[in-house]
């Protein structure tokens, strides 16, 4: 097939991919002076923390939990004033919020933004990448930057275009970490279903405890103790669930939307390339399938579900972990379990590592931990291995699969993309220099 390229672009940043990393980088990026262009495959931003519905920030483990992030604050405070954000100890938020709230910040910063626009190739000479190749309904096209690229794609796409070297999945087994389709309810009676809850867990005086605004719960196989446990238990049994079904569930409530509840499930433990678009259809086709398999449980077993109906589909599968870039440093498990600092760090934290569906790995790792309890992540893990304008931001930094498990919460996703647009702005590798920036805008540790 002839590529016939229709159109050139050309900024001094271009940031690929307009997700959780991406939409802070392109931001970061114009406060700090850049013309920047943002590639996005979808009609809007947020990635994974919108499209994919990851409704919680996590907790940072880092005292005070600090965003590490000028960008990510003013985030917050942006949703904080139209009621689409709480905080209990990791944060709820509304997606669709946030999606309005990232294209307003963009249109300020006169960010060009093209939306449904696929990357699908790039074109490297040396040690340089010279352009993205994208394909949307008027044709291909091809980006320039006259700085940086910024490749946060979560499965750092242009990395693999350009033929540059990446790695997947664990290092034994190349396998992927599940990943899951996430949904949302509404007409849902919160109160009632607060109640049922209240009533399942017999505290010890039959006291009933008043419901917090917001509030979250979950459970899996291993927590015989959950009062819901039985409930699931006999669901399976009466085939009304599936194993699978019970071995990761958990809600939470969605600030601003008193009838909603948001739903990380159901999950899938049977896919080893998230890569893979027929891996990935079939979530879809069957992840529709289990959340109405979830609903007609809830209407069941549960009270204040009688009117629920299903609000969102995530039309994004939610990857927790894909392809990892090759970088000038690969964070590895040991530096994140042992607190290890650096001399370029650029973001802090002491969130766990999280793989689903996998015994913890930390047993490997041996030696004292640090004093002070946090682990850094260097700027060189964000410098794709041997190219002066091409850096990652997002889930796909240079890091060990064990790492990236706990690299890949939204937070620090944010940091690296702030991270990641400073010095693509800038024209730096210097990670000093991005960190000492990051902090005059604001950014806490
Ligand atoms: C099920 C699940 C539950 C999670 N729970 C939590 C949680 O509770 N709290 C928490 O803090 N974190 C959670 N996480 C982790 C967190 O949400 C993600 O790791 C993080 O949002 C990833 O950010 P990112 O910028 O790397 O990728 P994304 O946010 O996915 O952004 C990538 C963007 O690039 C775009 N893109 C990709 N390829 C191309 C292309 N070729 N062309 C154009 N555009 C492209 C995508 O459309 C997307 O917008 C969870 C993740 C999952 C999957």
Redesign the pocket.
Known sequence: MNIDIKKTYQADVVV???????AVAAIAAADAGASVIM????GS?????T??L?????HTGLEGNPQGSYVAKEIIARMAEVGAVCERG?SFFDPMMLTVILDEMFLERKIRVLYH????GAEKTGNRLNKVI?YNKSGFAEVKANHMFVD????C?VVVHAGLPFMQGHEETHINQP??L?YMLENVDVDAFWQYLEEKRQRPHGEILPRPKNFDDGLGLNNEKHALYNVFVEAVEKGDLTREDHAYWQFFTVPGRPDCLAF?CP?FFDVPDVTDAEQLSRVQLEGKLRVMRFLRFYKKYFKGFENATVSMIAP?V???EGRRAVTEHVLTASEAIRWKKFDDAVVRSNYPVDVHGYMLRNEHIEGEKDALPYYEIPFRALVVKDMENLLV????IGTEFVAQASV????T?RAL?EAAGIAAALNTLDGKIVRAEMEKKGAEY
């Open positions: 690929c991919g307009a997700g959780t990393a991406g590639i996005e495959q979808f931003a947020g990635g994974t923390s499209l994919g990851v409704t919680p920030l996590m990791s626009t696929t990357i699908v994208v946060a794609t979560a499965d796409d990943c899951s996430r990380n999950e994004m939610g990857i927790r931001a997002g889930r796909c890949r919460i939204i937070p996703c993309g």
